[in-house]
C-alpha cells in the first residue's frame, strides 16, 4: 500500500508539474502593468527584484492568474485578481502606503480582470479618483474599495458594460454624486453595499430588475426622497439597510413582496406620520427590523403573531403612543434586543415580557411607563445594566428586586407600594412603618367596636 501511496505522490506532482511547464507566460506587457501597479501601490518595495519571473507562477498573494482559452483554439494566461491592503495573517495582500495610488490607464490592460479590491490603501492627504471600471468590460465580477478616505470622485459613467458583476462594495469613502441610472441594468449583481460614503440625490432606475441581488446596502449617506417601490421587486435579497440617510414620505409597502428578507434597517431617516407598517406581520422571514429615529407616530400594531423568529426590533425614538402590547412578550420568544426607547408610551411593562429569556438587552427608557416591573430577580441579573429603565418615574419594584444588587438602572426605581384590603377599606403598607400603620388601624377598629 506505501508503493501504491508513492506512485500516486508521484504522478499527482508530475500533472502538476506538467501543467505549470505546458502554461503559457503571461504576456511581457500585462507582466508590466502589474509592477506598474504594485509600485503605483507601495514603492518602498522592489517588486521586480522580489519576483522576477512569470508573476502567473510566482507573483505576490493579491495578484492571480488563469488560463483561458483563445478563439484559434490555442490557450493564453492572464491576471484575474488584483487585491491590495493588509487584511489578515492568511491573506497578506501586498501592503498600502501613505502614497499609494491609482488610476484608470494603469489598470486599463487588464481586460479579464474579475476581481479589483483596495483596503485601507488610500488614507492620506492626497486624494484619490474612483477609476473607470467600465475600462474592464464583461468580465469584471467583483470591485470592492474598503476603508480608503482619500477616495473621491463620482461613479457616474463609470459602470458602463459590467455585465458579470456580481459584487459592488464602496464603504467607507468619501464617494459623492448619485447613483448611476444603469445600476438596475447590472441583472448580474447580487451585492451592492455603498454605505459610508457621500452619496446624495435620489434612488432613481428600475431596481426589480435585480433579481439575484441578495445585499442592497446604502446606509450613511445623503440620500433624499422616496425610497422607489421597485424595490419590492427584489425577490431574492436577505438584507436591505437604507438607515441614516434623508429619505422621506411612506415607508414603501413593496417591502410586503420581500418574502426572503431576514435583516431590514431604514432607521434615522425621515419618514413620515404613517405608524408602523402593518405588512411586516406578514414578513415571516424577517430577524431583525430597525425604524428608529423615523417619527411614524401611532400605536405598536397587534403584528407579532407570526415574527417568531425576530431576534432584534428597534421603535427607539418614533414618536409611539399608546400601551406596549402583552402579545409582544408572547410571541417574541427569540427576541435578543427590543429598544423602545424615547417614545411616548403608557401603562405597565407587561408581564408576559418577563418570560423572554432570549433578552440580553431591553430599552425602555424615556416613556411614561409606571406600575410594577415584571421581571424576576434571576431575569434582572441576567440584564444587568442592559435593562434600560431610567426616564419612567412611574415604574416601580418590588423588594426583592430593590435589595438584590443589581447593576443598572433598578436601584434608581422606587419601592412599589404593597396594597391589602380589610372589608371594603384599602390600607397602605409601606416598607418598615407597615406594622406601626396596622397597629393604628386595629385601634381604630376596636374603637368602632366599643362605640357599638
Not at 492568511?90 to 498600502?96: A, K, V
Not at 502614497?99 to 488610500?122: D, G, V
Request: charged content about 20%; overall charge negative; hydrophobic content about 40%.
Amino acid at each position: 500500500m506505501a508503493a501504491s501511496f508513492s506512485l500516486f505522490c508521484a504522478l499527482t506532482l508530475f500533472l502538476i508539474f506538467n501543467q505549470v511547464i505546458s502554461q503559457p507566460a503571461l504576456d511581457s506587457a500585462e507582466q508590466e502593468s502589474v509592477y506598474r501597479v504594485l509600485d503605483s501601490i507601495n514603492s518602498e518595495i522592489p517588486w521586480r527584484n522580489l519576483f522576477p519571473d512569470d508573476l502567473c507562477l510566482s507573483a505576490p498573494h493579491g495578484v492571480a492568474c488563469d488560463l483561458f482559452e483563445e478563439s484559434d483554439g490555442s490557450q493564453s494566461t492572464h491576471v484575474t485578481e488584483l487585491s491590495f491592503g493588509y487584511v489578515s495573517d492568511y491573506s497578506p495582500n501586498p501592503p498600502c502606503t501613505s502614497n499609494s495610488t491609482i488610476t484608470t490607464p494603469l489598470l486599463s490592460s487588464f481586460k479579464y480582470l474579475r476581481k479589483l479590491f483596495f483596503y485601507k490603501c488610500f488614507f492620506s492627504s492626497k486624494q484619490v479618483t474612483v477609476p473607470d471600471l467600465s475600462a474592464f468590460g464583461s468580465s469584471l465580477e467583483e470591485v470592492l474599495f474598503v476603508e480608503n478616505p482619500s477616495l473621491v470622485g463620482s461613479l457616474k459613467g463609470k459602470m458602463g458594460n459590467l455585465t458579470s458583476l456580481r459584487r459592488l462594495v464602496f464603504t467607507g469613502n468619501n464617494v459623492s454624486g448619485e447613483i448611476p441610472d444603469g445600476l438596475g441594468d447590472l441583472t448580474s449583481l447580487e451585492q451592492i453595499t455603498l454605505s459610508r460614503n457621500k452619496f446624495t440625490g435620489e434612488v432613481k432606475g428600475d431596481l426589480s430588475k435585480l433579481k439575484k441581488l441578495k445585499v442592497l446596502d446604502l446606509s450613511q449617506n445623503g440620500f433624499e426622497g422616496n425610497v422607489p417601490d421597485s424595490i419590492g421587486g427584489l425577490t431574492e435579497v436577505l438584507k436591505v439597510d437604507l438607515s441614516w440617510n434623508n429619505f422621506s414620505g411612506k415607508i414603501p409597502g413593496g417591502l410586503k413582496n420581500l418574502r426572503n428578507l431576514e435583516f431590514l434597517d431604514l432607521g434615522y431617516n425621515s419618514f413620515g406620520k404613517f405608524g408602523i407598517p402593518l405588512f411586516l406581520g406578514e414578513m415571516t422571514s424577517l430577524r431583525e427590523v430597525h425604524l428608529s429615529g423615523n417619527k411614524l407616530g401611532g400605536a405598536i400594531p397587534e403584528i407579532w403573531e407570526n415574527l417568531g423568529g425576530i431576534m432584534g426590533i428597534g421603535l427607539s425614538g418614533t414618536g409611539l403612543v399608546g400601551n406596549i402590547p402583552a402579545s409582544m412578550g408572547v410571541f417574541l420568544r427569540n427576541a435578543c434586543y427590543i429598544g423602545l426607547d424615547n417614545n411616548g408610551l403608557e401603562g405597565t411593562v407587561p408581564e408576559e415580557f418577563g418570560s423572554l429569556e432570549s433578552l440580553s438587552e431591553i430599552n425602555l427608557m424615556n416613556n411614561k411607563l409606571r406600575g410594577k416591573l415584571p421581571f424576576s430577580v434571576k431575569f434582572a441579573a441576567k440584564m444587568g445594566e442592559k435593562l434600560k429603565l431610567e426616564g419612567n418615574p412611574g415604574l416601580c419594584v418590588d423588594v426583592g428586586l430593590r435589595y438584590a444588587k443589581i447593576s443598572g438602572s433598578l436601584g434608581q426605581l422606587k419601592l412599589c407600594s404593597n396594597i391589602s384590603r380589610i372589608g371594603s377599606s384599602q390600607v397602605l403598607f409601606v416598607g418598615g412603618n407597615s406594622v406601626h400603620q396596622a397597629s393604628h388601624l386595629l385601634m381604630f377598629l376596636g374603637f368602632l367596636f366599643l362605640l357599638a
